[in-house]
């Protein structure tokens, strides 16, 4: 009976440390799918839980920044003047490719095929009917009705809209001139969703309509998916092959901060709107046990999380970027006294 006290007592103990040591983060909805799938087995594994709140880059960088949170994530990497400004330091995570999704009545998921040029010009309102002669100039044979396009957008601070415009802009002069790069934006014309949920919803809702989510909230909400042209000409599907032949393309010892930009790279099987999600954290952690259970759980998903993000048709970071984070990690994370959290 005694036994069975202390091993009772034990299990107790165990369950309030990890009760004492759950993590909180807030930010990008792009890796928000993955992310839940890597907390559920985390918690099976150890018994620490991951809350993660999906509201968005912008509001994910704040959080961080006021402290609020124990981890913020940014699908846009934060420069080297604003990490050292706020004392932070910055890691990838994943890696996946944002889509353009439509609701378009006879058009089939993949079927749709757009180019930079073309669908940077519908969000400038340019291109206002779906059988707009640009448009169905890349699509011969396919039906497509004289209806009008309402374009929908993100309506909060958003890592995906950061990746859509930039690559917009590197593709559309007049969208640069006019609309530009950047979290937030003033938007031409359309509708603004909340979050890939959002804007998902939104497309769903909407005939006629054409929005922009990162691939697994396509296929988790069954949105018909465009082909796209990349760099080199060539009309792919999104799939996580095409992304990490984008991904290939990345120089991440050469880029301070990990701040790898990978939308419209050269190479014939390359997504051309594809990302990285990033995560932030305070390098002085003023609570060292959930600094170290933040680092805790991305070493778990670099080591353990490869499959659950196939599923979902992320890219995993190759072992040699796992490398030098883990290096970051080790030279930049401190506890109150300076000493290394890793």
Do not use: C
């Not at 070493?299 to 290096?327: F, I, R, T």
Request: charged residues 20%.
């Amino acid at each position: 009976m005694f036994k069975t006290m202390i091993a009772g007592a034990a299990a107790a103990m165990v369950m309030t440390s990890a009760f004492a040591a759950d993590v909180t983060g807030a930010g990008a909805t792009f890796p928000y799918p993955i992310y839940a799938k890597w907390a559920e087995s985390y918690k099976a594994a150890t018994g620490v839980g991951m809350n993660y709140q999906s509201v968005g880059s912008g509001a994910g960088i704040k959080q961080i920044k006021a402290k609020t949170v124990d981890f913020g994530a940014s699908d846009m990497p934060l420069k080297s003047a604003d990490l050292e400004e706020a004392g932070l330091m910055q890691f990838p995570a994943i890696m996946g490719g944002v889509v353009a999704v439509v609701n378009v009545e006879g058009v089939t998921p993949g079927q749709l095929k757009l180019t930079g040029p073309v669908l940077a010009d519908i969000y400038l309102g340019k291109i206002t009917k779906w059988n707009a002669a640009e448009i169905a100039a890349l699509n011969p044979g396919v039906n497509l009705p004289a209806a009008d396009i309402t374009v929908v957008h993100r309506a909060d601070s958003s890592g995906t809209s950061f990746l859509f415009t930039d690559y917009l802009s590197k593709v559309n002069p007049d969208f640069q001139q006019k609309i530009g790069a950047g979290t937030s934006v003033k938007w031409a014309v359309g509708v603004g969703g909340k979050g890939n949920e959002g804007v998902a919803a939104n497309v769903q809702r909407i005939k006629g309509s054409i929005g922009y989510v990162e691939w697994a909230y396509a296929k988790k909400n069954k949105l018909s998916h465009t082909q796209l042209k990349n760099k080199d000409g060539q009309y792919l599907q999104p799939d996580d092959e095409a992304f990490k032949a984008a991904a290939a393309s990345a120089e991440w010892t050469k880029t301070p901060g990990f701040a790898v930009i990978l939308t419209d790279t050269a190479g014939k099987n390359s997504w051309p709107i594809t990302g990285v999600s990033y995560i932030l954290m305070h390098k002085t952690q003023e609570d060292a046990t959930k600094g170290k259970e933040v680092v805790k759980f991305f070493d778990y998903a670099y080591k353990n999380g490869a499959a659950a993000a196939a599923e979902l048709d992320y890219v995993p970071m190759p072992a040699s970027v796992v490398k030098l984070v883990q290096g970051a990690w080790k030279a930049q994370l401190k506890d109150a006294s300076g000493n290394a959290i890793y």
